[in-house]
């Protein structure tokens, strides 16, 4: 199994949490950077937060910091993102996604590119009212 597993969406209201977990390949886990993107209706894919494996780094999108916290769990292989305060303009479908190496910030890269990222989850719904 390379394709990466969602879980952990739902409907909240606004203030609400959430926590998603993402389990991915233990082949290619350690080794990975793995990252949180979502799509609402209308609007493009964008990048939510990022962590590459190997040495806890983490990175977040501007509209996610301070409410948003993305960490990992080795022994499960899944990255987990903790996610209070919401907001309506949360609802979006929500996606993980691997790439090999390291995550775009750590070489001046861009880290929410999707081109680099090679494998992607079936997405899961987040939905938020006010």
């Known amino acids: 199994q390379v394709q990466p597993v969602e879980s952990g969406g739902g409907s909240v209201q606004a203030g609400g949490s959430l926590r998603l977990s993402c389990t991915a390949s233990?082949?290619?886990?350690?080794?990975?950077?793995v990252a949180w993107f979502r799509q609402a209706p209308g609007k493009e894919r964008e990048g939510v937060a990022a962590?590459?494996?190997?040495?806890?780094?983490?990175y977040y999108a501007d509209s996610v910091k301070g409410r948003f916290t993305i960490s990992q769990d080795n022994a499960k292989n899944t990255v987990y993102l903790q996610m209070n305060s919401l907001k309506p303009e949360d609802t979006a479908m929500y996606y993980c996604?691997?790439?090999?190496?390291?995550?775009?910030?750590?070489?001046?890269?861009?880290?929410?590119?999707?081109?680099?990222?090679?494998?992607w989850g079936q997405g899961t719904q987040v939905t938020v009212s006010s």
């Open positions: 962590i590459y494996i190997a040495g806890a780094y983490t």
């Open positions: 996604a691997t790439r090999s190496g390291l995550c775009g910030w750590l070489y001046g890269a861009d880290t929410f590119s999707s081109l680099a990222f090679r494998n």
């Open positions: 233990a082949s290619t886990y350690s080794s990975s950077c």
